[in-house]
């Protein structure tokens, strides 16, 4: 990727679960000069399946005249450990056996991941981050790193994301771990290994990630004879075939494990104690037709975090409505910073006006 540079930790690095990465290297992306100050930075944490060019999968957010422009932000995005796009992975070498790890890469959590986000943040000298910022697997990690360190993050926003993921999300990632284990390829120790498997994976995620309505509008049956095949099959086929030509079932298949691992209590004397760490100022974002992420997680994250600020989102993608709805994003945003400057928390009635807005259908991949 363009503009990708890669630091390399050259030491032992121990995981939660009791595992150590003989070493670790992470890809990430800066766009924008760093101010003397530093206080300028914007991290934004990356999703699932996400890489480090967040200028590219949010480019609704992310780019000159955009939310966060690099003309004013130093902004920063880095690919997580476990992931395909240059951080260290179960496709990386093993330093200690000279092969790729494949299935012996060991188990990592959100935790790990923030931990190696610090490595770098120390070697780039940055002392604060202005706004920390991520959806889904990237809110995870963001809140996590708020609890780890209360002083570092000044403002925190976090979007269809929650504190510990539910039994509900594990089964939707079991069972696509299911759909890569009988794959017979899996048990080779080859980069496309599980590769069918993870197409059939996707294609159930993408599920969890829309909903009843959004397949309803955007594939929409047609008046077509027997002869032809529908048009939520071929979208389906699609999605799995589109991932297969940019990812791998081994980071698919982990990155599955690090979200099921998200519980920010353990270890803290529970989730409402965790969260009452956080000294970020805080805005939770939660979409009202998330399956995968239920309103009510984010409810319960701006419950339990001090001062923090709820807005539900109306629309119809879904979970996936966190990468696509950029302009009503922007716009939720916007209002929250105009009255954290006044050191007010804003209320439900602030935000009445982007509730009723009407409702935008487009087809999204």
Not at 34 to 58: E, K, M, P, R, Y
Not at 66 to 71: I, N, R, V
Not at 77 to 99: D, F, K, M, Q, R
Request: charged content about 20%.
């Amino acid at each position: 990727m363009l503009n990708t540079s890669i630091f390399k930790h050259h030491a032992p690095f121990k995981l939660e679960a009791g595992g150590v990465l003989p070493e670790v290297e992470l890809a990430y992306q800066a766009l924008g000069q760093l101010n003397t100050d530093c206080s300028n930075v914007i991290w934004v944490c990356h999703a699932f399946t996400g890489s480090q060019d967040v200028a590219d999968w949010w480019q609704g957010l992310v780019g000159k005249g955009k939310l966060f422009d690099p003309e004013q932000y130093f902004i920063i995005c880095v690919n997580v450990l476990g992931s395909h796009y240059g951080s260290t992975g179960p496709l990386s070498i093993n330093p200690e056996t000279g092969e790729p790890y494949f299935h012996t890469f060991p188990t990592i959590t959100i935790r790990d991941i923030v931990n190696s986000f610090d490595l770098l943040r120390e070697h780039l000298s940055i002392s604060k981050i202005k706004t920390c910022v991520g959806g889904s697997l990237g809110g995870q990690q963001a809140v996590e790193w708020a609890i780890s360190q209360p002083e570092l993050i000044e403002n925190l926003i976090l979007i269809a994301t929650n504190a510990q993921h539910s039994p509900w999300g594990i089964a939707f990632n079991e069972s696509q771990r299911m759909s890569i284990e009988v794959d017979p390829t899996w048990t080779e120790s080859h980069p496309l290994a599980g590769i069918n498997g993870m197409k059939a994976a996707r294609a159930t995620a993408l599920i969890s990630y829309r909903n009843y309505e959004t397949y309803g509008v955007t594939q929409a049956r047609r008046e077509e004879g027997l002869d032809k095949t529908y048009r939520a099959v071929t979208y389906q086929r699609y999605q799995g075939e589109k991932l297969a030509q940019r990812f791998n079932a081994f980071s698919y298949y982990v990155l599955s494990q690090v979200m099921d691992s998200q519980d920010v209590g353990r270890g803290r004397g529970g989730v409402i104690n965790a969260l009452s760490q956080v000294k970020a100022k805080t805005l939770v974002m939660g979409i009202k037709s998330d399956a995968l992420f239920p309103i009510n997680e984010q409810e319960f994250l701006a419950k339990h975090i001090p001062g923090a600020t709820f807005q539900a989102l109306d629309s119809l993608y879904g979970h996936d409505g966190f990468l696509i709805e950029n302009e009503l994003i922007t716009k939720a945003i916007k209002i929250w910073q105009k009255f954290i400057k006044l050191d007010v928390n804003p209320m439900y009635s602030f935000f009445k006006a982007l509730e009723d807005r009407p409702r935008t259908l487009v087809a999204h991949d």
